[in-house]
């Protein structure tokens, strides 16, 4: 099991420009789980999965931002016209349903610095 | 509003004397908590875990105690490595609920 993957790993990018940001869960890992982390700052949740359905949306994904994950495995995460406050690590964590759902385990993240 | 509070943003120990890192919450809802390790420029490692029916959860060189009426734990690594030098991150979630609601993490360094 190689774990749960992010790529890219950094994106710089010029503001108003679009990103796309890829997870790959730990196989059969059935939850999906988005966060951001900002300096100084614990995780912030953003949006989770329960296989393909996205199941909860935090205040702080504004409509700029759009999760997905078709067919229950990978799941992207997009942020259009990017603004300087999003330049943050984005992370992704999975679980699996029905033993110690709880405990998510996190992938390497993407630092995203937008210019 | 945080609802997970790690007081403490440093703390430095000695090589093999315990290292003890602490966490309140407010929500009396959490019913199930857990701590991470995380190095720079890698997502955070999963360490242990309590849920609330339990006081005490112990792994290897590190435990984590829960006192609910306080709503407080800690984590106390024994005894410390240089290798634990990392910031530890204390989360919490309602249990069906996914969620998971961290605290602003402590630095720990560890010197020989």
């Known amino acids: 099991d190689t774990g749960v993957s992010q790529n890219p790993r950094h994106k710089i990018t010029k503001r108003g420009q679009n990103v796309t940001f890829r997870c790959d869960p730990i196989?059969?890992?059935?939850?999906l789980y988005w966060y951001r982390q900002t300096l100084g700052q614990g995780p912030e949740f953003l949006t989770y999965?329960?296989?393909?359905?996205?199941?909860?949306k935090s205040r702080l994904l504004s409509d700029r931002f759009s999760a997905e994950r078709p067919k229950g495995s990978f799941s992207t995460l997009e942020i259009q016209r990017t603004e300087q406050g999003d330049s943050a690590m984005y992370l992704c964590a999975t679980s699996l349903d029905g033993r110690d759902t709880d405990t998510q385990y996190f992938g390497p993240g993407t630092r995203l610095t937008v210019l | 509003d945080q609802q997970v509070k790690q007081n403490s943003p440093s703390l430095s120990v000695q090589e093999g004397r315990i290292s003890i890192l602490n966490c309140d919450y407010t929500n009396s809802m959490f019913d199930y908590f857990l701590w991470y390790k995380k190095y720079p420029a890698e997502g955070p490692t999963f360490l242990i875990s309590i849920s609330s029916i339990k006081d005490k959860n112990e792994d290897g060189r590190f435990t984590v105690f829960l006192n609910k009426s306080a709503k407080h734990l800690s984590l106390h690594i024994v005894p410390s490595q240089p290798g634990d030098s990392a910031v530890y991150f204390c989360?919490?979630?309602?249990?069906?609920?996914?969620?998971?609601?961290f605290g602003t993490g402590t630095r720990l360094q560890v010197f020989p």
């Open positions: 196989s059969e890992h059935n939850r």
């Open positions: 989360a919490a979630s309602i249990r069906n609920t996914d969620k998971l609601i």
């Open positions: 999965f329960q296989n393909e359905a996205q199941l909860e």
